[in-house]
């Protein structure tokens, strides 16, 4: 779940466009007012923009399907024959039968000579029958019947049984790559630019993921899953940045949510692609290769107005700005761009000054830096956690995740109305208590109750994910100023030990069916509550200063915010 802090402009939280610019404003958010917040120019490369949120959802979490396991029970000998199938009458005196399934790893153990045994190897079934059968359980081997035609690592490899923990460790490794990915990624774009981070890390990870389709053993698929994560999880923030600097900032909160929910429709495709395309090597081929046409962004889409300017690459800022205007419809005078110009040479020129040290603000807000890393922790533990987890609930495991995409779109959206009503800190309160109750209540529902479960699991989506998008609204205001990049980079990068996690978790449910769910569900309650401790921030001047900051619950409410803010603030968030 990638979150690069980058940029100088104003963010959603802290500019939300209602007053107009004054005559005599030429900051770039007052230009991007006059020549169309958001208009045919914006438009066209925003709808560009998405395409690599579509593909990062691919390339995050596409291992729940390459990498999973498949549903297959123990070949019995004496009763199986090349044209049984996974679902035989025989099985109750054959096979245990837990957990509403099948055993996939043990079965009965046939009670029987040495002599006898040599004729079971002939399909006739002569002695398929319970009377050579005992209570006694033995491990299948490496003999299995198979449910379905699907093919993944598991069955390409043969990693089944005690060996699943194999599966398991390709969602940890992805979520290791992101970890090293994220701020190197961030490092390069700052550096050599965002359309041009973009365009290369999206096609190096496209040829990751297209190389690891060709993988002749387990070690070859994890080692290009690390590197295609270390070079393409970028693609979320950078993507988000280029399209929240192309609006202007009464569009910002709307651009910004709008191009996260491409990320959980990428999801739901996912899902209705893997289900089309049941071969794991088939499936990243689909994936990715159409990804490596992300190199024509280089030329089709323009370089970020506000990085141009911090590098002051003057004349190619004017020029994009110009080409706006043009396609908008709008004009642009040449003595505003230049006001613009001169006001960005004064602020390099002070850009180094009256910084805060980030050691004395980990002192200042110790409780609050640690509450905030708990609470990102346990975001990214269950958000991940319930993603993985979906493809076990039963039922059509497609169908499900293509569900679990689909209802983040209500989740991204819900905070944009409770938010301002009820307050920052008691809107992720009662999300991640609603979490909380789904996920303690699954855990009293039958096994064979589907569309309980469902239901639930559903549910309990929904509002982890309309707190994790209130989380980065809500995180962005507590810290002041000259450290809220930083703190919120900390508390995001701690947080992500929680993704590197959550793929163990379907794990669990191998000791005890219901543990994931307890265990997300009391991570939830913990962390709800304390966010109780964080002060409330709901339509207050984002903090300046530390003292401002330690005194926000004694801070008065504001009137509407005027545009040209430039304190800086949250930015969008990506759900596994």
Not at 370 to 382: G, Q, S, V
């Amino acid at each position: 779940m990638p979150n690069q802090k980058e940029g100088n402009g104003a963010s959603p939280a802290a500019s939300n466009g209602n007053a107009e610019p004054s005559d005599g404003d030429n900051s770039l958010d007052a230009i991007l007012v006059r020549i169309g917040q958001f208009g045919r120019y914006q438009i066209i490369n925003y709808v560009l923009l998405c395409v690599p949120m579509l593909f990062n959802a691919f390339f995050s979490i596409s291992y729940v399907f390459t990498a999973s396991t498949v549903v297959h029970r123990c070949n019995i000998t004496q009763c199986d024959s090349p044209a049984s199938v996974y679902e035989e009458s025989w099985l109750n005196f054959t096979v245990p039968y837990k957990s509403s399934a099948w055993d996939d790893c043990h079965r009965y153990v046939a009670n029987v000579t040495q002599e006898v045994y040599a004729p079971f190897t002939d399909p006739s079934g002569e002695y398929c029958d319970a009377k050579y059968f005992n209570g006694e359980t033995e491990t299948c081997g490496h003999d299995f019947k198979f449910r379905d035609e699907e093919k993944t690592i598991s069955t390409e490899f043969d990693i089944f049984c005690k060996d699943e923990w194999m599966l398991s460790m390709v969602g940890t490794i992805n979520n290791v790559g992101q970890f090293v990915g994220i701020p190197i990624g961030g490092f390069f774009a700052d550096r050599y630019g965002r359309r041009t981070m973009l365009a290369i890390a999206g096609a190096l990870s496209a040829f990751m993921g297209v190389i690891r389709s060709l993988s002749t053993n387990y070690y070859m698929f994890l080692s290009f899953e690390f590197l295609d994560m270390a070079v393409g999880s970028t693609l979320f923030p950078t993507a988000f940045l280029l399209a929240i600097e192309l609006v202007g900032p009464k569009r910002r909160v709307a651009a910004a949510t709008i191009i996260t929910i491409f990320y959980s429709l990428g999801e739901a495709l996912l899902g209705f692609l893997a289900s089309q395309v049941q071969h794991w090597r088939l499936l990243l081929r689909v994936l990715y290769a159409p990804a490596v046409l992300q190199i024509l962004f280089l030329w089709i889409l323009p370089e970020s107005v506000r990085w141009l300017l911090s590098q002051g690459s003057e004349e190619r800022a004017a020029a994009v700005l110009r080409r706006a205007a043009r396609i908008n419809k709008r004009p642009l005078p040449d003595e505003q761009l230049d006001e613009l110009l001169a006001t960005n040479r004064q602020k390099l020129s002070q850009a180094n000054e009256s910084q805060y040290p980030i050691m004395k603000a980990v002192r200042f807000f110790s409780l609050r830096i640690l509450n905030c890393c708990l609470c990102w922790f346990t975001h990214t533990l269950i958000a991940l956690g319930l993603s993985l987890n979906s493809v076990n609930l039963g039922g059509n495991k497609y169908t499900n995740f293509m569900l679990n995409g689909f209802i983040q779109i209500p989740g991204l959206l819900l905070p944009l109305i409770i938010m301002d009503r009820i307050g920052r800190r008691y809107s992720l309160c009662a999300s991640m208590l609603l979490c909380a109750v789904c996920m303690g209540a699954s855990a009293g529902i039958a096994q064979d109750n589907y569309a309980g479960a469902l239901t639930l699991f559903l549910i309990g989506k929904l509002a982890i994910t309309c707190s994790f998008q209130i989380l980065y609204f809500f995180t962005s205001e507590i810290f002041p100023t000259n450290v809220r990049n930083s703190l919120l980079s900390l508390c995001s990068m701690v947080g992500r030990i929680g993704s590197m996690l959550a793929p163990q978790t379907p794990l669990l449910a191998k000791y005890y069916v219901y543990a994931p769910q307890i265990l997300f569900a009391s991570f939830a309650l913990m962390s709800g509550v304390l966010t109780l401790a964080f002060p409330e921030t709901a339509d207050k001047v984002l903090p300046t200063t530390m003292e401002e900051a330690r005194d926000l619950n004694l801070a008065k409410r504001r009137g509407p915010a005027v545009v040209g803010d430039e304190e800086e603030g949250p930015r969008a968030r990506k759900i596994c």
